[in-house]
């Protein structure tokens, strides 16, 4: 029984093979045709010529905004303030005889903040801050700032943001 069976599977494995044999060169797929013929299959000639690009356009910002903090700290609260606002007229008048017209001068709210000691229940000091913000055009107009901010510690340069003031017709061409 034992050699019956191994002789069986023995059979049937022979057989596959032979099938196998028989059978495989149909599926193989076989290239026919005159040189010519097999270059225009494997190397076909288009006509289509495809072309891809990519351009930027740069814009250079022609405006600049510093930001401007006024910081004033004194006994009296009215004190205070009123050196506050003298700072920030000198700063005013300063800039407009350099060149910046008022328009592009802006200045916010002040706030102020009374400052206590360690243990203290009255305030041992009032502090007063005030922003502004100038709007400049050109390099000379941050150095007359910047000379401002470095001859007054009350003044002090926070930021300074940059714009393109003709962004829209720059796009529309």
Do not use: C
């Amino acid at each position: 029984m034992i050699n019956h069976k191994i002789g069986s599977e023995i059979y049937k494995r022979f057989l596959s093979l032979i099938l196998l044999i028989i059978i495989y060169p149909t599926f193989a797929t076989e290239l026919k045709g005159t040189p010519e013929e097999l270059k225009r299959f494997l190397h076909p000639n288009k006509n289509t010529i495809s072309l891809h690009a990519t351009a930027k356009l740069t814009a250079y910002s022609d405006k600049a905004i510093v930001q401007l903090t006024i910081t004033t700290e004194k006994k009296q609260l009215a004190t205070a303030l009123e050196e506050n606002a003298k700072i920030r007229r000198d700063i005013s008048q300063t800039l407009v005889k350099n060149g910046i017209k008022a328009v592009n001068i802006h200045t916010s709210q002040f706030s102020s903040s009374p400052q206590f000691g360690w243990f203290g229940q009255s305030p041992k000091s009032y502090q007063v801050v005030n922003r502004m913000s100038i709007n400049i055009y050109d390099e000379d107009q941050l150095t007359e700032i910047a000379k401002l901010s470095d001859a007054n510690q009350a003044i002090e340069i926070n930021s300074t943001q940059f714009e393109h003031t003709k962004k829209d017709a720059f796009y529309k061409r």
